[in-house]
């Protein structure tokens, strides 16, 4: 048994088709898209930057800020008769 080609079921009658005319092409101009900024997903933004502050050795707030803080935090922890704590 020898193959033969197979054609579509359209048939040619006098040099017209009976299937569907081709569509016309549309031509359309789209905007010109300018890049977007890269969106991170949630929460990681901030576990990059607890990397690089642990990688640092640099303060974030400064000795003399912080020591008054300190000293102010331990005055109202203080005890009723006003015993001092050292440091």
Do not use: C, D, H, N
Not at 51 to 60: D, F, P, T, V
């Amino acid at each position: 048994m020898s193959r033969t080609k197979q054609t579509s079921g359209k048939r040619i009658t006098a040099g017209k088709t009976t299937g569907k005319a081709p569509r016309k092409k549309v031509i359309t101009r789209k905007a010109p898209t300018t890049k977007r900024k890269y969106r991170f997903r949630p929460g990681t933004k901030a576990l990059l930057e607890i990397r690089r502050y642990q990688k640092s050795a640099e303060l974030l707030i400064l000795k003399a800020p912080f020591a008054r803080l300190v000293k102010e935090v331990l005055v109202q922890e203080s005890g009723p008769r006003g015993e001092s704590l050292r440091i």
